[in-house]
């Protein structure tokens, strides 16, 4: 898709990117990462963001974050992908929420033109022509992308009449009062008004605060859309936007195994993998650069970050496992655990179901019960 969102007589639409939260229900691994630069089929979620503005023709992003999330994305080096980059970052000890960070970038944004914000931890496949083209039409003040949810009370919800204004917004509902199931999508057209409407150097939710006010004056309209949308905001949401996307591609680099390796597709090998004989890999494991992994392993469901050591006879069944870490050999895994990077498993250790550990830490017993290794 390369849809121009610029003629001769428009200035180029800027995107702002909210990246500055903090991931809590993605820890241990969102302590040493914001979730922005989390690997999605070994590339970070925001390689994936300025990858489709580019091809949308956007030629300006600005980074809205807080210190570390800043210092982080700097280290990591994602291709610019020709963007503009700008930051624009949260005061200290003060996170702005998902509004503030927007009137603290205002000298950034074009004020005679709207914008695209974006919710960092999302990967969206929408079309920003057509929701511009909405917010045009209405005149509107903000135009949200609207997805189908299941269980719409995690999210921001929105009832729409037929010309897309959105009658009522409601961030968050308790479960079973959603007036509908379709939700926000973390992706946004703002005019320049918007500004008008969030306090400065305020911790403000654009959510709870601003679109209700915007929904009551018949301001906020709305785009439903139908592509593949995802919040990576939980483990299980994050491993199934790295199944779902590796269901739609096959990777064909070369892996340095030895014999009788077995691979079932779909999986995912980056750069530098190494494995050894015997071993099972697959279906759905992404495996990021230079991991090493053992004689007669078995990795199925998982997400392993680069940099990992996995022993002889271990096996990783539905996991996250974090950057550096060591897992030993007869180590079993089961679903649900996330290990912090640079954690060391210790031979012949069990983590059952839904086990976190910390990073760096170095686990020498078993654990039978879902807990938090620190
Ligand atoms: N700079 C900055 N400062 N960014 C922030 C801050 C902050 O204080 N707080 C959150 N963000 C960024 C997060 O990094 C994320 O990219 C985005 O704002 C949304 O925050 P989340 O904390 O992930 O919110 P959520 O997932 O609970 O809900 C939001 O997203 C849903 C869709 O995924 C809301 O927008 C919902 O209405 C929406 O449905
Ligand atoms: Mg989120």
């Known amino acids: 898709m390369n849809i121009s969102l610029q003629s001769k007589t428009v200035k180029p639409l800027k995107a702002l990117i909210l990246a500055g939260g903090f991931g809590t229900r993605l820890r241990p691994i969102s302590c040493t990462r914001p979730k922005s630069l989390f690997p999605i089929v070994n590339k970070p979620l925001l390689q994936w963001t300025f990858e489709r503005l580019a091809k949308n023709n956007i030629t300006e992003a ?4 807080n210190h570390q999330t800043e210092v982080y994305i700097k280290q990591h080096r994602i291709p ?11 005061p200290l ?4 929420g998902t509004g503030g960070p927007i009137k603290k970038a205002e000298k950034l944004i074009s004020h005679d033109n709207p914008f695209l914000v974006l919710n960092g931890d999302i990967f969206a ?34 009832e729409l009449a037929e010309d897309n204004r959105i009658k009522r917004f409601i961030e968050k509902p308790a479960r079973g009062t959603a007036p509908t199931n379709l939700i ?11 500004l008008d409407y969030i306090p400065n150097g305020k911790t403000v939710s654009l959510e709870r605060e601003i679109f209700p006010k915007l929904a009551d004056k018949g301001t906020l309209y709305g785009y439903a859309f139908e592509g593949l949308w995802m919040d990576i905001g939980k483990p299980e949401e994050y491993l199934q936007l790295n199944k779902i996307l590796l269901d739609s591609f096959t990777n064909k680099r070369k892996l340095r195994s030895r014999a009788r390796t077995e691979v079932k597709n779909p999986v995912a090998f980056d750069k530098g993998v190494s494995i050894g004989e015997k071993s099972f890999i697959g279906p759905y494991a992404v495996l990021g650069r230079d991991i ?7 990795i199925r469901d998982s997400v392993i ?4 050591t996995v022993g002889d006879s271990s096996s990783i069944n539905g996991a996250i496992i974090g950057e550096g870490a060591i897992i030993g050999r007869g180590v079993k895994i089961e679903k649900g655990c996330i290990i912090g990077d640079y954690a060391k498993i210790k031979d012949n250790v069990s983590l059952a179901e839904n086990i976190s550990v910390c990073p760096a830490k170095e686990v020498s017993e078993s654990a039978l019960t879902p807990k938090c290794i620190y």
């Open 62 to 65: 600005i980074l809205a974050v």
């Open 80 to 90: 610019k992908c020709e963007l503009h980059i700008r930051y624009s970052r949260d």
């Open 93 to 96: 000890r003060k996170p702005l």
């Open 125 to 158: 496949d929408v079309n920003y022509t057509e929701v511009l083209n909405i917010h045009k039409e209405g005149k509107a003040v903000a135009t949200i992308a609207l997805h189908r949810a299941e269980d719409p009370s995690r999210y921001g919800v929105a």
């Open 184 to 194: 926000n999508a973390g992706v946004y057209v703002l005019s320049p008004k918007i």
């Open 292 to 298: 090493v992994v053992g004689n007669n392993v078995h």
């Open 305 to 308: 970050f680069p940099g990992v």
